[in-house]
C-alpha cells in the first residue's frame, strides 16, 4: 500500500513538473522580441443612444437587450396622435391661405382693369376739354378716379404678397410638424448591438429622454496603456496584434488609431529615469471595419486581452502573432 501511494505520488510530482516545464517553454516561446510593446486591455466600442426628439409617451419598443440591429431600422415608435393633428390643422391652413392668394390675385387683375379704363377715360376727357366740348371739372373727376384706381390696385397688391408670406408660413409649419411626426419613429442611428433598453411602452420621457443605448461595432478598439518610452516611439498608424482571452491562439490584426498627448498617470514629481516610466500614456488598437463586419455576430465587448504594438517598421513579427485572421484581413 505505502508503494502504491509513493508511486501515485511520483506520478502526481512528474506531470505537475511537466505541466510547469510545458508552461515555461510555452512562456519562453512567446517572449515579445526587440522593437516592440504590449500592455493588458478589454475590447471596447462607441456607445449610441437612441432617443426622443421631442417629449411624448413611447407606444412601443422593438428591440431587447442583446438584439443587433442595423442603421436605419425601426426600433420604436413615440405617441405621434396630438401632433398629427395639429398638421392636419395646419395642412388646412396652408389650403386656406392658397385660396386666399388666388383671391387676391383675381382682386389684382380686376383692379388692373379698372385702372386701365380710368386711364383711357381720362384720355378721352382731356382730348374733348381742349376742342371745348367737356369742362375742366369733368377731367378732375376721371383724374380722382384714376388715382382711386392706381390705390386700389396697390392695395390688392399688398393683400396679394400678404397672402404669400401667409402660404410660407403655413408651409413651414407643416414641413415643422411633419418632422415632428417622422422623429416620432426611432431608427437606429448606427448598425449595433442593444445594450440597454431604457424605457418601455406607456413612459412619458421629456425632450432627449433615451429609449435604447447600442454599441457601435463599427468601431471597435483595445485601449491599453503604454510608458512614455514606448509611446514616444510608437507612430500612429502602425501595426498592432491583439490577443483576446478567449481565442489565445489567434491573433486580431489592429492599428494604432489614437495616442494619447497627456500621460495618464503621472507622478507629482518627474525627476528621474524611473519616474519617466512611470508615466503611461492611454494607446487605441482599432480593428479593421471589414474584419469586425465579417464577424460582426461574434464581436462582444469587454473580453479582456494583451495588446501588442510594432514600435520598429522593421522588427518582424513573432510566429505566435500571426494567424489566419491576420492574412485575411491582408488580403
Known sequence: ?????????????????GGAGAWYLASRSRTLPPGFASGNGRIEATQVDVATKAAGRVLDVLAEEGDFVHQGQVVGHMDVQETEAALRTAQAQANQARQSRDTASHVVEQRKGELDLAGKELERQEILVS???????????????KLTAQ???????????ASGSAIS???AEVDRLTRMVEDGTLVAPKSGRVIYRLAEPGEVLGAGGKVLTLID???VY???F?????????ALGAEARLLLEPLPDRAVPATVSFVSARAQFTPKQVETQRERDRMMFRVKLRIARPLVEKYIDHVKTGVTGVGYVRLDPKAQWPS???????HEAAQ
Open 217 to 219: 461595432l463599427s468601431d
Open 151 to 161: 390705390a386700389a390696385l396697390a392695395a390688392a397688391e399688398s393683400s396679394l404678397a
Open 131 to 145: 376742342k371745348g366740348f367737356a369742362t375742366e371739372q369733368k377731367v378732375d373727376q376721371y383724374r380722382t378716379t
Open 226 to 234: 503604454l510608458p512614455a518610452t514606448d509611446a514616444g516611439a510608437l
Open 222 to 224: 483595445m485601449t491599453i
Open 169 to 171: 408660413a403655413a408651409e
Open 1 to 17: 500500500m505505502k508503494r502504491m501511494l509513493v508511486l501515485v505520488g511520483f506520478i502526481v510530482v512528474l506531470v505537475a513538473a
Open 320 to 326: 505566435w502573432l500571426d494567424s489566419d485572421l491576420v
